[in-house]
Protein backbone atom coordinates (compact mmCIF):
# COMPACT_ATOMS: atom_id res chain seq x y z
CA UNK A 1 0.00 0.00 0.00
CA UNK A 2 1.34 3.19 -0.41
CA UNK A 3 2.70 5.51 2.41
CA UNK A 4 0.59 8.79 1.89
CA UNK A 5 1.78 12.09 4.34
CA UNK A 6 -0.19 15.31 4.82
CA UNK A 7 0.74 18.60 4.93
CA UNK A 8 -2.10 20.83 7.03
CA UNK A 9 -4.48 19.74 9.55
CA UNK A 10 -7.43 21.73 8.92
CA UNK A 11 -10.75 20.53 8.09
CA UNK A 12 -9.65 18.66 4.39
CA UNK A 13 -6.72 17.00 5.88
CA UNK A 14 -8.54 15.46 8.61
CA UNK A 15 -11.31 14.08 6.85
CA UNK A 16 -8.95 12.87 3.85
CA UNK A 17 -6.67 11.12 6.16
CA UNK A 18 -8.71 9.39 8.53
CA UNK A 19 -10.76 8.64 5.03
CA UNK A 20 -7.18 7.56 3.46
CA UNK A 21 -6.06 5.34 6.71
CA UNK A 22 -9.28 3.91 6.97
CA UNK A 23 -9.14 2.42 3.84
CA UNK A 24 -5.89 0.70 4.67
CA UNK A 25 -2.89 3.39 3.62
CA UNK A 26 -0.86 4.22 6.41
CA UNK A 27 -0.13 7.83 6.98
CA UNK A 28 3.58 8.45 8.04
CA UNK A 29 3.59 11.81 9.06
CA UNK A 30 1.01 15.04 9.38
CA UNK A 31 3.49 18.17 8.48
CA UNK A 32 2.40 21.32 10.01
CA UNK A 33 3.08 24.48 10.86
CA UNK A 34 0.57 24.64 13.59
CA UNK A 35 1.94 21.63 15.96
CA UNK A 36 -1.28 21.74 17.88
CA UNK A 37 -3.95 20.78 15.25
CA UNK A 38 -1.03 18.62 14.03
CA UNK A 39 -0.99 16.32 16.77
CA UNK A 40 -4.57 16.02 17.93
CA UNK A 41 -4.87 14.80 14.21
CA UNK A 42 -2.03 12.47 14.94
CA UNK A 43 -3.39 11.59 18.35
CA UNK A 44 -6.74 10.63 16.39
CA UNK A 45 -5.03 8.92 13.21
CA UNK A 46 -3.50 5.90 15.81
CA UNK A 47 -6.11 5.58 17.81
CA UNK A 48 -7.16 1.74 17.02
CA UNK A 49 -11.06 2.69 16.17
CA UNK A 50 -9.56 4.42 13.37
CA UNK A 51 -7.63 1.96 11.82
CA UNK A 52 -9.62 -0.87 11.01
CA UNK A 53 -7.14 -2.19 8.71
CA UNK A 54 -4.56 -2.77 11.70
CA UNK A 55 -1.78 -0.76 9.57
CA UNK A 56 1.40 -1.09 12.08
CA UNK A 57 2.88 1.61 11.26
CA UNK A 58 2.04 4.98 13.48
CA UNK A 59 1.59 7.88 12.30
CA UNK A 60 3.72 11.13 13.76
CA UNK A 61 4.08 14.44 13.74
CA UNK A 62 7.02 16.76 12.15
CA UNK A 63 7.01 20.41 11.07
CA UNK A 64 10.04 19.54 8.80
CA UNK A 65 9.40 18.60 5.09
CA UNK A 66 12.30 16.40 4.30
CA UNK A 67 11.08 14.30 6.83
CA UNK A 68 8.45 13.05 4.55
CA UNK A 69 10.89 11.90 1.39
CA UNK A 70 9.96 8.52 2.43
CA UNK A 71 6.77 8.67 1.67
CA UNK A 72 5.11 7.49 -1.67
CA UNK A 73 3.07 10.25 -2.01
CA UNK A 74 2.54 13.68 0.04
CA UNK A 75 -1.09 15.19 -0.26
CA UNK A 76 -0.90 18.87 0.31
CA UNK A 77 -4.48 19.66 2.26
CA UNK A 78 -3.60 23.45 2.96
CA UNK A 79 -5.11 26.67 1.71
CA UNK A 80 -4.32 27.82 -2.02
CA UNK A 81 -2.28 31.21 -0.80
CA UNK A 82 0.52 28.57 0.02
CA UNK A 83 0.28 25.76 -2.47
CA UNK A 84 2.76 27.50 -5.12
CA UNK A 85 5.23 28.11 -1.55
CA UNK A 86 5.17 24.76 -0.31
CA UNK A 87 5.66 23.16 -3.43
CA UNK A 88 8.78 24.78 -4.11
CA UNK A 89 9.98 23.94 -0.73
CA UNK A 90 9.42 20.10 -1.56
CA UNK A 91 11.58 21.10 -4.80
CA UNK A 92 14.44 22.03 -2.30
CA UNK A 93 14.07 19.74 0.41
CA UNK A 94 13.89 16.67 -2.10
CA UNK A 95 17.00 17.42 -4.06
CA UNK A 96 19.45 14.67 -5.23
CA UNK A 97 17.00 12.43 -3.67
CA UNK A 98 16.63 9.50 -6.57
CA UNK A 99 12.90 8.47 -5.87
CA UNK A 100 11.11 11.32 -5.04
CA UNK A 101 7.34 11.31 -3.23
CA UNK A 102 4.13 11.94 -5.47
CA UNK A 103 3.17 15.29 -4.68
CA UNK A 104 -0.67 16.17 -4.77
CA UNK A 105 -2.82 19.33 -3.86
CA UNK A 106 -6.42 19.36 -2.93
CA UNK A 107 -7.88 22.57 -4.16
CA UNK A 108 -10.43 23.49 -6.35
CA UNK A 109 -9.24 26.54 -7.65
CA UNK A 110 -5.46 25.87 -7.75
CA UNK A 111 -3.56 24.97 -11.37
CA UNK A 112 -2.05 21.89 -11.03
CA UNK A 113 1.33 24.00 -13.11
CA UNK A 114 1.65 25.15 -9.47
CA UNK A 115 3.64 21.95 -8.83
CA UNK A 116 5.33 21.12 -11.75
CA UNK A 117 8.91 21.84 -10.17
CA UNK A 118 8.12 18.62 -8.92
CA UNK A 119 8.62 15.33 -10.72
CA UNK A 120 5.39 13.55 -10.27
CA UNK A 121 2.43 15.35 -9.30
CA UNK A 122 -1.96 15.98 -9.79
CA UNK A 123 -4.87 17.05 -7.99
CA UNK A 124 -7.30 15.29 -5.87
CA UNK A 125 -9.97 17.75 -5.18
CA UNK A 126 -12.90 16.65 -2.78
CA UNK A 127 -16.17 18.25 -4.30
CA UNK A 128 -17.62 18.61 -0.62
CA UNK A 129 -18.19 20.64 2.08
CA UNK A 130 -16.01 19.07 5.05
CA UNK A 131 -15.63 20.55 8.88
CA UNK A 132 -14.26 18.49 11.84
CA UNK A 133 -17.53 17.99 13.45
CA UNK A 134 -18.96 16.35 11.45
CA UNK A 135 -18.19 12.93 9.86
CA UNK A 136 -18.56 12.42 5.74
CA UNK A 137 -19.35 9.44 4.16
CA UNK A 138 -16.66 9.60 1.27
CA UNK A 139 -18.69 7.02 -0.85
CA UNK A 140 -21.14 10.07 -1.50
CA UNK A 141 -18.06 12.87 -2.49
CA UNK A 142 -16.86 13.03 -6.45
CA UNK A 143 -13.77 13.51 -6.36
CA UNK A 144 -12.41 15.75 -9.13
CA UNK A 145 -7.92 14.72 -9.98
CA UNK A 146 -5.66 15.90 -12.72
CA UNK A 147 -2.07 14.55 -13.07
CA UNK A 148 1.50 14.69 -14.94
CA UNK A 149 1.07 11.59 -16.29
CA UNK A 150 -0.46 8.25 -16.26
CA UNK A 151 1.31 6.50 -13.66
CA UNK A 152 0.20 9.43 -11.72
CA UNK A 153 -3.63 8.77 -13.21
CA UNK A 154 -3.54 5.32 -12.38
CA UNK A 155 -2.51 5.74 -8.62
CA UNK A 156 -5.10 8.41 -7.71
CA UNK A 157 -7.54 6.22 -9.59
CA UNK A 158 -6.21 3.26 -7.16
CA UNK A 159 -6.96 5.73 -4.04
CA UNK A 160 -10.33 6.43 -5.25
CA UNK A 161 -11.58 3.45 -5.41
CA UNK A 162 -10.21 2.14 -2.45
CA UNK A 163 -12.18 5.29 -0.39
CA UNK A 164 -15.39 3.86 -2.47
CA UNK A 165 -16.22 7.20 -4.23
CA UNK A 166 -16.07 8.32 -7.97
CA UNK A 167 -14.43 10.72 -9.76
CA UNK A 168 -14.25 12.85 -12.86
CA UNK A 169 -10.71 13.70 -15.09
CA UNK A 170 -10.69 17.37 -15.62
CA UNK A 171 -8.45 20.26 -16.47
CA UNK A 172 -7.44 22.92 -13.78
CA UNK A 173 -9.62 25.51 -15.70
CA UNK A 174 -12.92 22.92 -15.90
CA UNK A 175 -12.03 22.56 -11.88
CA UNK A 176 -12.08 26.13 -11.57
CA UNK A 177 -15.30 26.61 -13.15
CA UNK A 178 -16.84 23.56 -10.32
CA UNK A 179 -15.11 25.41 -7.52
CA UNK A 180 -17.03 28.65 -8.51
CA UNK A 181 -20.27 26.91 -8.55
CA UNK A 182 -19.53 24.62 -5.42
CA UNK A 183 -19.16 28.31 -3.71
CA UNK A 184 -23.13 28.88 -4.78
CA UNK A 185 -24.74 25.89 -4.02
CA UNK A 186 -22.41 25.58 -0.41
CA UNK A 187 -21.27 28.42 0.82
CA UNK A 188 -23.82 31.17 -0.81
CA UNK A 189 -26.53 28.71 0.41
CA UNK A 190 -25.14 28.33 3.89
CA UNK A 191 -25.16 32.05 4.40
CA UNK A 192 -28.67 32.61 3.02
CA UNK A 193 -29.74 29.84 5.37
CA UNK A 194 -27.52 31.80 8.44
CA UNK A 195 -29.77 34.70 7.72
CA UNK A 196 -33.43 32.77 7.27
CA UNK A 197 -32.34 31.25 11.29
CA UNK A 198 -32.02 34.83 12.53
CA UNK A 199 -36.06 35.36 10.97
CA UNK A 200 -37.18 32.17 12.24
CA UNK A 201 -36.05 31.40 15.29
CA UNK A 202 -36.72 29.75 17.65
CA UNK A 203 -38.38 27.88 14.79
CA UNK A 204 -35.40 27.79 12.34
CA UNK A 205 -35.45 24.36 12.15
CA UNK A 206 -38.54 23.44 10.93
CA UNK A 207 -37.13 24.66 7.93
CA UNK A 208 -35.20 21.64 7.51
CA UNK A 209 -37.47 19.69 5.45
CA UNK A 210 -37.95 22.37 3.49
CA UNK A 211 -34.27 23.17 1.86
CA UNK A 212 -33.44 19.42 1.62
CA UNK A 213 -36.42 19.39 -0.93
CA UNK A 214 -35.78 22.53 -2.20
CA UNK A 215 -31.84 21.24 -3.21
CA UNK A 216 -33.41 17.63 -4.33
CA UNK A 217 -36.10 18.94 -6.16
CA UNK A 218 -32.82 21.46 -8.01
CA UNK A 219 -31.15 18.72 -9.82
CA UNK A 220 -34.17 16.09 -10.74
CA UNK A 221 -34.93 18.53 -14.29
CA UNK A 222 -33.01 20.51 -16.63
CA UNK A 223 -32.43 23.45 -14.27
CA UNK A 224 -33.76 24.69 -11.21
CA UNK A 225 -35.29 27.37 -12.86
CA UNK A 226 -38.04 25.22 -13.83
CA UNK A 227 -39.06 24.39 -10.30
CA UNK A 228 -38.41 28.19 -9.13
CA UNK A 229 -41.27 29.13 -6.87
CA UNK A 230 -42.23 31.70 -4.38
CA UNK A 231 -43.68 35.39 -4.51
CA UNK A 232 -41.17 37.06 -6.60
CA UNK A 233 -41.70 34.32 -9.69
CA UNK A 234 -45.48 34.74 -8.98
CA UNK A 235 -45.25 38.75 -9.30
CA UNK A 236 -47.23 38.83 -5.61
CA UNK A 237 -46.33 42.60 -4.83
CA UNK A 238 -48.61 42.55 -1.73
CA UNK A 239 -46.66 39.69 0.01
CA UNK A 240 -43.50 41.56 -1.44
CA UNK A 241 -44.42 44.37 0.81
CA UNK A 242 -45.25 42.15 3.63
CA UNK A 243 -41.69 40.79 3.96
CA UNK A 244 -40.15 43.97 3.77
CA UNK A 245 -41.82 46.05 5.84
CA UNK A 246 -40.93 42.61 8.71
CA UNK A 247 -36.81 43.40 7.29
CA UNK A 248 -37.27 47.11 7.52
CA UNK A 249 -34.79 46.79 11.08
CA UNK A 250 -32.71 44.13 9.54
CA UNK A 251 -31.28 45.82 6.82
CA UNK A 252 -28.17 42.89 5.50
CA UNK A 253 -31.51 40.91 4.90
CA UNK A 254 -33.36 43.15 3.48
CA UNK A 255 -30.79 43.82 0.83
CA UNK A 256 -30.31 40.53 -0.08
CA UNK A 257 -34.04 40.30 -0.69
CA UNK A 258 -34.52 42.71 -2.90
CA UNK A 259 -31.38 41.98 -5.02
CA UNK A 260 -32.81 38.12 -5.13
CA UNK A 261 -35.88 39.18 -5.61
CA UNK A 262 -35.72 40.77 -8.31
CA UNK A 263 -33.12 38.82 -10.10
CA UNK A 264 -35.81 36.08 -9.61
CA UNK A 265 -38.54 38.28 -11.01
CA UNK A 266 -36.35 38.32 -14.02
CA UNK A 267 -35.43 35.11 -14.73
CA UNK A 268 -36.39 33.21 -17.54
CA UNK A 269 -37.09 29.30 -17.23
CA UNK A 270 -34.18 27.50 -18.89
CA UNK A 271 -34.85 24.58 -20.70
CA UNK A 272 -32.52 21.97 -22.62
CA UNK A 273 -29.21 23.63 -21.58
Not at 92 to 116: C, D, E, Q, R, Y
Not at 140 to 145: A, D, E, L, V
Not at 234 to 241: A, F, L, P, S, W
Amino acid sequence: MYRISFCGSGNVAYRLSMAIKAAGFPVPYICGRNSESSEKLVHILNKTDNNPHHITESTKYTNEIKMLADSDIVIMAVSDDAIEVLADNFVKAFTGIVKKPILLHTSGASSLNLLSGNDSYGVIYPLMTLSKIKPVDFRQIPFFIEFSDDDVKNILTEIIFSLGAEYRITDSQERLKIHLAAVYVSNFVNYLTGLAFDIAKPNHMFLMPLAIETVRKAFLYEHPSIVQTGPAKRGDKKTIEKHLSLLSTMNEHKEMYEVISKLIAGQKTKKNI
